[in-house]
């Protein structure tokens, strides 16, 4: 009995490596335009307010900036140069620390006196650090104080902020602050809790109205306000 004979076709197989490079890169870049527009994008309406909201953009800035707090849907002024311009009277207040200088060369009777200077020296640290962590003072919002976290501001209960509506009124206290400002040489930085957003949208756009540069970030509801030896750094946005 014969056998039947089977014929192999050898067609060729397909290879869609190129088809699949070129979808990738299709996608890739479709992406890029995608957060390119995102990021871009200034004209975007608030439906309910009609208000154009600008996409955030953080860049770093040499003009001084000036701190609000919002909270309660409030704006609260928190006047950290008063608060600073007190701390340094009742510094220049305590007496003053002399550090020693190190001895360019070693002699042993020299130096052993340096040694004790620099005793001296840090003990006084020391002394006015704890002076210093005594000190208190009040502002039209704020009661400050140091503790470990630094200079602390602790809301009044007596006194609330400026709420959206009053916000808008030509003798605002927001407004009044921003006239004491150079929009040249300082910027306005928020920290924001949640239940304030409203307030902190319409403050904002007031200051960018008088050409002021806006920087802000999140805090929690419970969170405390403080400004450590470092200071508080928040960009212009």
Not at 142 to 162: T, W
Not at 205 to 227: C, L, Q, Y
Request: hydrophobic share 40%; glycine share 6%.
């Amino acid at each position: 009995m014969r056998r039947r004979k089977y014929i192999k076709h050898n067609a060729p197989s397909q290879n869609l490596d190129s088809f699949l490079d070129i979808l990738t890169n299709t996608v890739g870049v479709l992406m890029f335009i995608g957060l390119f527009v995102s990021l871009f994008t200034f004209n975007v309406k608030n439906i309910k307010t009609e208000k154009v909201i600008r996409t955030p953009l953080v860049s770093e800035s040499n003009k001084i900036p000036h701190f609000f707090e919002v909270r309660d849907n409030t704006v609260i002024y928190l006047d950290k140069e008063e608060v600073e311009e007190k701390l340094r009277n009742f510094d220049g207040g305590l007496p003053p620390c002399v550090q020693p200088q190190e001895p360019s060369t070693f002699d042993s009777v020299v130096y052993n006196s340096y040694l004790v200077q620099l005793r001296a020296y840090q003990t006084c640290l020391r002394n006015k650090a704890e002076l210093l962590s005594g000190f208190r003072t009040t502002t039209a919002y704020y009661q400050v104080f140091f503790d470990s976290n630094g200079l602390v501001f602790q809301p009044r209960k007596d006194i609330a902020g400026e709420s959206p509506e009053e916000l808008t009124q030509a003798t605002s206290e927001f407004r009044n602050v921003l006239k004491r400002l150079n929009s040249g040489t300082d910027y306005l930085a928020f920290l924001v809790r949640a239940d304030s957003f409203e307030a902190f949208r319409e403050a904002r756009e007031i200051a960018w109205k008088d050409n002021f540069g806006v920087g802000w970030e999140p805090i929690n509801a419970n969170a405390v306000i403080s400004f450590g030896s470092g200071g508080r750094s928040i960009g212009v946005q």
